[in-house]
T-cell receptor, first 108, second 116 residues
Framework: RKEVEQDPGPFNVPEGATVAFNCTYSNSASQSFFWYRQDCRKEPKLLMSVYSSGNEDGRFTAQLNRASQYISLLIRDSKLSDSATYLCVVPQGGKLIFGQGTELSVKP | DGGITQSPKYLFRKEGQNVTLSCEQNLNHDAMYWYRQDPGQGLRLIYYSQIVNDFQKGDIAEGYSVSREKKESFPLTVTSAQKNPTAFYLC???????????????FGAGSRLTVL
């Protein structure tokens, strides 16, 4: 099992849709989790941190399921500007492990 | 405004040449990192440094070297020993290694290296 594994994507959704991505992790001792957004050929930027069961910021909700060892990112009312790759990041053994990313494309 | 500056943004290299990628930060962050990203893959850690004059190998350090002589600077040298150096290189920094925000990374804009 990979240390951090994300839904492979790409996800193609219409504007206004609700979309969710999953990220599974292998180390049950991980305590904090992060979602980063990366636009094409740009650097990743922090979207959300998750330190407990979940976090919500406007249209974005991150949920943590420790028993099943996954975190999810829910985007409501998708906008064209949400099109990007979303990276799941899990601290592990003093390092940060990145998932391979899930690509989202929001269409008019 | 504080941030991380990487240079050059684009770099072309002939096989057998060493190249050095610059990374400078004015965020007063203690920890700095170098990642490599290949198409369709997640970021892989090359080297990281938690304090001046100290650094550790990441998962793919072979063929790379770094130095951390100043808190603000963490240059990466891609040597001729790196077999597949064409990639997108990202430098990042974070606050002190301990603490709740220790794992929140700020990235530079990246350097895209192409070997001809």
């Amino acid at each position: 099992r990979k240390e951090v594994e994300q839904d492979p994507g790409p996800f193609n959704v219409p504007e206004g849709a609700t979309v969710a991505f999953n990220c599974t992790y292998s180390n049950s001792a991980s305590q904090s989790f992060f979602w980063y957004r990366q636009d094409c050929r740009k650097e990743p930027k922090l979207l959300m941190s998750v330190y407990s069961s979940g976090n919500e910021d406007g249209r974005f909700t991150a949920q943590l399921n420790r028993a099943s060892q996954y975190i999810s990112l829910l985007i409501r009312d998708s906008k064209l500007s949400d099109s990007a790759t979303y990276l799941c990041v899990v601290p592990q053994g003093g390092k940060l492990i990145f998932g391979q990313g899930t690509e989202l494309s929001v269409k008019p | 405004d504080g941030g991380i500056t990487q240079s050059p943004k684009y770099l072309f290299r002939k096989e057998g040449q060493n190249v050095t990628l610059s990374c400078e930060q004015n965020l007063n962050h203690d920890a700095m990192y170098w990642y490599r990203q290949d198409p369709g893959q997640g970021l892989r850690l090359i080297y990281y440094s938690q304090i001046v004059n100290d650094f550790q190998k990441g998962d793919i350090a072979e063929g790379y070297s770094v130095s951390r002589e100043k808190k603000e600077s963490f240059p990466l040298t891609v040597t001729s020993a790196q077999k597949n150096p064409t990639a997108f290189y990202l430098c990042a920094s974070s606050t002190r290694p301990e603490g709740i925000r220790a794992n929140v990374l700020t990235f530079g804009a990246g350097s895209r290296l192409t070997v001809l």
